[in-house]
């Protein structure tokens, strides 16, 4: 008898407690915007390249102040 007993008030409890539960929906919103496409320049040269032009417009400069020390000869 007891045995009964409990085996009913599990049986009911778990009823209890599972079917007042709500069932969560999910929704999954589709949004459409529109999207400027914006033009990003690429380097196409490398490090070396960039490098070698920076030194090359340092060494440039000091070539120029070299050449106004000397002065116009002419």
């Known amino acids: 008898m007891r045995i009964k007993s409990l085996f009913t008030i599990i049986a009911i409890g ?25 033009e990003v320049k690429e380097e196409k040269e490398g490090i070396i390249e960039r490098t070698g032009k920076e030194i090359d417009r340092e060494v440039n400069e000091e070539i120029d102040k070299e050449i106004e020390k000397i002065g116009d000869d002419n």
């Open 14 to 38: 778990t009823i209890f407690f599972t079917s007042c539960r709500e069932t969560v929906t999910e929704r999954e919103v589709i949004r459409e915007k529109e999207v400027e496409k914006v």
